[in-house]
């Protein structure tokens, strides 16, 4: 009997090695996210358990994110003492707000972590945004801008899977009301991040863009155009657009098509977000740049030739 009982124990404590995976956890997240996110990967048994026994060790501060290769169904001391030592050959990558999924592609390229135009055929991959629970054509949009510890061991998917997860993540956080289409919340807080440069604009360009909607109005969105043209991988970068830039032929030209752009034109920041979903409470119709980085918003077309005519 007491055989029986010690071979138990040392197979709990030290189990046969069946299965391992690589497993990525997520920053800025709690014990218990932590502990859920290993139960989703089979890594965990038994999510209170092992909070128990992680606030027994002290070290429920401690947990490190990174990648890692764990054992399934580890003791769940064992993979407190791994968590707590950190994962292997980490690399911290920053996505600003405002990056599409090129410039993210991009940057994750210049850190050695992926392949790009695997990258890129990853994000429109209907099978993987599928997977990822979401009913989109492209992730553009949903790659949530924010700082990663990430591998060069992980794949092109499981970064994707990460930085989405992370968004979707942060969706209650985000207060969406009921009716509100996540879609179309994205779309609009994609063109508000790429127009404001101040977070107190923000809100009053979310609200622009609604009152032009609701006129049926055009959005006339110069961001759109920049998008069209960012598409291009040999289109040189522009600081101003002409006229012709205008009459482009693509459903993301808001200057000819009434509505939202068909997707998102950026993977949108937390206060854009937020913006598009509770926007200011304004009547304008109108803004144009400064030249400083603000706008001056106008309720009528008169106005806003005015302004046009001082700031540009």
Request: hydrophobic share 40%.
């Amino acid at each position: 009997m007491f055989a029986l009982i010690l071979l138990i124990l040392v197979i709990w404590w030290q189990p046969l090695n069946l299965s391992r995976t690589e497993v990525t956890v997520p920053d800025n997240v709690s014990a218990r996210e932590i502990a859920l996110f290993l139960a989703d990967q089979n890594i965990v048994r038994n999510v209170d358990e092992f909070l128990l026994w992680l606030k027994l060790s002290g070290q429920e501060k401690q947990l490190k994110a990174g990648t890692y290769e764990l054992y399934k169904y580890k003791n769940p001391l064992y993979l407190i003492g791994q968590l707590s030592r950190g994962g292997k050959s980490e690399i911290i990558v920053t996505i600003p707000e405002g990056s599409t999924i090129y410039e993210t592609g991009r940057i994750l390229v210049n850190q050695g972590l992926v392949d790009y135009t695997r990258f890129i055929e990853l994000c429109n991959d209907d099978s993987l945004i599928a997977m990822l629970g979401l009913g989109v054509s492209s992730l553009e949009g949903y790659l949530f801008p924010d700082t990663y510890s990430l591998s060069s061991m992980q794949s092109e998917e499981a970064v994707i899977h990460m930085m989405v997860k992370n968004f979707l993540r942060r969706i209650p956080d985000f207060g969406l009301k009921d009716g509100d289409s996540l879609h179309r919340i994205v779309i609009l807080a994609s063109i508000v991040e790429r127009e404001a440069k101040y977070e107190d604009e923000r809100p009053i360009i979310a609200r622009v863009f609604l009152n032009r909607l609701n006129s049926n109005r055009p959005l006339e969105s110069c961001a759109t155009i920049f998008y069209i043209i960012k598409q291009y991988e040999n289109a040189a970068p522009k600081q101003k657009l002409t006229d012709q830039d205008l009459r482009i032929d693509s459903p993301y030209n808001t200057y000819l098509h009434l509505g939202l752009p068909p997707g998102p034109i950026c993977s949108p920041g937390e206060s854009s977000i937020r913006a598009a979903i509770t926007p200011a409470d304004v009547d304008y119709l109108y803004f144009v740049a400064k030249g400083d980085g603000r706008h001056h918003f106008s309720r009528t077309y008169r106005e806003h030739a005015s302004a046009k005519d001082r700031y540009q």
